[in-house]
């Protein structure tokens, strides 16, 4: 079965970029949703379709697919944005998401 | 306001059957388009889809459980049902339903989710 590979962790200064990676076998090919999840809360989508944000999402979440691997860029990072995120991709008519990875900003 | 709630027992036995409901409001699943998703996290765990209906009944289920689940749609109470049948302690998690769009393929609104804890 299809799978996603997803850093354990990302750790970041305040103000400054995260890059949170997802790869999988020729993902490029295929859509990926990012989800934010904070402590106890459910999950947030925050990227579809690569690259769209849902409305209400900050500006500063962004996101890219090419090759092997999808990209959530997160600029300017604040304090709130430490979360889980989750990647998802749709394989072989079914949904699937990534390890998650935590990013904590110091 | 599209909001979903789930709703089912706290506590199962090992072995039987497991059924969940998931209620929504502000959209139709008969609507071109809708589908509704449940997916679970066992504690200090990573998200596990489970299984996908959308509004012209086609279904889809995880490979690794797909012997086990079954999900329905009821358009009329605004529903959507799974059952996960032969309850195993590791199938302690909370279960969530999310709305989906088939073209943003992204579950964009996500229940608040219910703990289900299997143990004798």
């Known amino acids: 079965s299809y799978e996603l590979t997803q850093p354990p962790s990302v750790s970041v200064s305040p103000g400054q970029t995260a890059s949170i990676t997802c790869s999988g076998d020729?993902?490029?090919?295929?859509?990926a949703s990012w989800y934010q999840q904070r402590p106890g809360q459910t999950p947030l989508l925050v990227i579809y379709?690569?690259?769209q944000r849902p409305s209400g999402i900050p500006e500063r979440f962004s996101g890219s697919n090419s090759g092997n691997t999808a990209t959530l860029t997160i600029s300017g990072t604040q304090a709130l944005d430490e979360a889980d995120y989750y990647c998802q991709a749709w394989d072989s008519n079914a949904v699937v998401f990534g390890g998650g990875t935590k990013l904590t900003v110091l | 306001q599209i909001t979903l709630k789930e709703s089912g027992p706290t506590l199962v036995k090992p072995t039987q059957t497991l059924t969940l409901t998931c209620t929504f409001s502000g959209f139709s699943i008969s609507t071109s388009g809708v589908g509704v998703g449940w997916i679970r996290q066992s504690p200090g765990k990573a998200l596990e889809w489970l299984a996908l209906i959308y509004w012209l009944d086609d279904k889809y289920y995880s490979p690794s459980l797909t012997s086990r689940l079954t999900i329905t749609k009821d358009t009329s109470k605004n529903q959507v049902v799974l059952i996960m049948t032969n309850m195993d302690p590791v199938d302690t998690a909370t279960y969530y339903c999310a709305h989906r769009d088939k073209a943003r393929q992204g579950f964009d609104y996500w229940g608040q989710g219910t703990l289900v804890t299997v143990s004798s």
């Open positions: 379709q690569d690259s």
């Open positions: 020729k993902l490029g090919e295929k859509y």
